[in-house]
């Protein structure tokens, strides 16, 4: 498994392309641009020393705010050179010292690794809001013509880092940009998803980050470049990384021995660390199209808002991938989004963001949340997300004859459907062909949520319902959930629900997106969970239970003559590690007997209306 060199989206993070052997130290006197770079080692409280480049513009002498980005990823010259060229373009035409940082235990830096280290953890007392701090410190003080004010921008786990900034901030931290930070790794972002394992994600990540701590060696497949058959090959999860590595991955490890929500994961929640008063101001940004963290920034923003006395909580919530609005973001995948939202993003929103805090100038015409409205490709300036008012929570009913409607079922129509779910045949989360580890050389996985989700619901385990096509345009704006009234022969199951915009087949719409089901919210819920997160309980077989599906939010117009679909399967790989239908206490322990086909059903009576609840505009 060579790394790819790109992908077909841009990302903001270099985990896709860095090289095995990376390395992140600037040659002395290099020159990017009209910027000029320098290495330096940085000490914290507890004497480790943090590797750092610092960018500065060659020419000028006015002082200048400090711009920092925190990753565990490395800045390779290449990264650098794009980061200053392309993603940080707007930012660095207007002038910062750009201060690029490896995270403790990584790249150049000194100390150990911990995968989203908790505040204050360990004997130390240190975290990266004390590095973010030490480091704040000592860069006013050492870093010639700086203005006294700093800053912190990332993505992701770079995202996470400004999200942490802000606890206990040092004096000179004036803004933040936390953009697609996770929030908790068990509800809803990176890892799992409301208990249920991201297979495939977590593998790779933890391999290519923890197989050996300063650098990023993506995991060798043995030439598989199918990702779905080598992961049905796997049959002791709880062992994968001393199988094939011969050691213990310790976040891999943490995995396995933490297969509830308990303190591990609770510790690590971000908003758990961050403080309930918004002290800094912090752009928090979004892609509705996040592959990886969607639930983290959304979240973030909810919480923090609770606590935001002072109005320094935003949210921009745009039509992206991870990291979508650091490349041009006019379309993603087939979808054309009406411009460059991600370019315009940058110019019109985040460098006056800067501008403003850091070296107080121009204004901020910020409103509290800016929202992109997917559909009919335009930007709402808005004073909150959810709005609280302007919609109405409206439940489209699953119906006899894979119908969905606003009326609920009459007594009398079939009550339910079935399917056979078989561990041996899961359905797989893209079309085969295209299922590659997300790491690996010509991986699409950054635009696996444009994928058609037509194909899947010809397979008898995957079931559909549409409604009729649309009379007039429906919009959505705001909160989505499913209610599922659902059996199953088993002991345990997956429930995974797709909302999808169905395109007409006619010409109204062009040739490439005919008939094509768009996806608009999805996610998936393992049924150990359905009564609490910390004390999981075996499925009564046969049994008809209700779960409550959190598909998150969306901004969305259905076109008039589109149709809206849901599709509900139990299986998503290898997206989702196979749930085994047979409850077992652990199911990274599970053995290959555990896992059972079981007959699965969904119903749709009067008293178990199973339905899709939408905020729909008025
Ligand atoms: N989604 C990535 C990540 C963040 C935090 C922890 C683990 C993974 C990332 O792109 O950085």
Known sequence: GRPAAAVDTPRATQIVAPAPDLTDQVPPGATIGDYVG?????????????????????????????????????????????????????????????????????????????????RKAGASGVDESTDTYDSIDWLEKNVPANNGRAGVIGVSYGGWTAAMATIAPHPALKAVSSQASPNDMFIGDDFLHNGAFRLDYAWSWVTALETDGRTMKPFDFGGEKDAFAWYLRQQDLATLDRQHLGASMPSWQNFVNHPTYDSYWKAQRTTNNMGARVAIPNLIVAGWYDQEDFYGPMSIYEEQEKGDTKGLNYLVVGPWNHGGWRGSGAAYGPYEMGGATGAWYRKEVELPWFRYWLKGEGTLNQPEALVFQTGSNRWQRLDGWPLKRGTATRRLYFRAGGKLSFDAAPRGEAPADSFVSDPADPVPYRE?????????????????????????TRRNDVLFWQTDALAEDLTISGDIAAKLFASTTGSDADWVVKLVDIYPTDASVPTALRGRQRMIANDVFRGRFRTSYEKP????PNAILGYRIDLHSASHVFRKGHRIGVQVQSSWFPLIGRNPQTYVENIFRAKPKDYKRQIHAIYHTPVHASAITLAVVR
């Not at 480790?48 to 002498?61: A, E």
């Not at 309980?537 to 009564?540: E, F, G, L, P, V």
């Open 38 to 118: 320098e290495d330096l080692m940085v000490p914290m409280r507890d004497g480790v020393k943090l590797h750092v480049q610092v960018w500065r513009p060659k020419n000028g002498s006015d002082p200048l705010p400090v711009l920092m980005s925190r990753s565990p990823y490395g800045f390779s010259m290449a990264h650098v050179g794009s980061l200053l060229t392309a993603s940080y373009k707007e930012l660095a035409a207007d002038g910062f010292i750009f201060v690029l940082q490896d995270i403790r235990g990584r790249l150049g830096s000194e100390g150990s690794f911990t995968n989203l280290r908790p």
């Open 537 to 540: 309980r075996a499925i009564t």
């Open 432 to 456: 085969r062909g295209l299922i590659k580890p997300f790491m690996s050389e010509g991986s699409s996985w950054s635009t696996w949520l444009a994928d058609d989700q037509a194909p899947f």
